[in-house]
């Protein structure tokens, strides 16, 4: 037996390096069994074929939505503060929200007296 025996029709041939990007459609047109089909069943293979195209473009559109969310949610240590709190904030939409209702409560005043007594601390830390 050959191996192009058992291997249904394709566009691209199973010992190629890298696979070509072809659309469904355009693999399908290319097949054999679409020269074989009626008109009714290129209809339907048609349309099978785009909904598998859609498909493929929907997961590429989420896996770099992804690979942009991954990338808005890191930041470098060495990165300025603000840009840190930023991207805390986004990641942290919660936390952010309580810290910013209890400084609410506690009153300019307060708060600037705590900062004062907070800031020398934290700047021994970030030695």
């Given at each position: 037996m050959s191996h192009s025996a058992t291997t249904s029709a394709t566009a691209v041939p199973p010992h190629?390096?890298?696979?070509?990007?072809?659309?469904?459609?355009?693999?399908?047109?290319q097949d054999v069994r679409w020269l074989q089909a009626?008109?009714?069943?290129?209809?339907?293979?048609k349309r099978?074929?785009?909904?598998?195209?859609?498909?493929?473009?929907?997961?590429?559109a989420q896996q770099?939505?992804?690979?942009?969310?991954?990338?808005?949610?890191?930041?470098?240590?060495?990165?300025?503060?603000?840009?840190?709190?930023?991207?805390?904030?986004?990641?942290?939409?919660?936390?952010?929200?309580?810290?910013?209702g209890l400084a609410l409560m506690i009153g300019p005043r307060k708060l600037m007296r705590y900062g004062g007594l907070a800031l020398p601390l934290l700047s021994k830390f970030k030695r």
């Open positions: 190629a390096e890298t696979p070509l990007v072809i659309t469904a459609v355009a693999a399908l047109e009626s008109d009714a069943e290129r209809v339907v293979l099978i074929a785009m909904q598998r195209d859609r498909l493929v473009a929907a997961k590429h770099q939505a992804k690979a942009l969310r991954a990338q808005a949610d890191t930041v470098p240590a060495d990165a300025p503060l603000a840009e840190r709190l930023v991207v805390f904030a986004k990641l942290h939409p919660i936390a952010t929200a309580a810290v910013a």
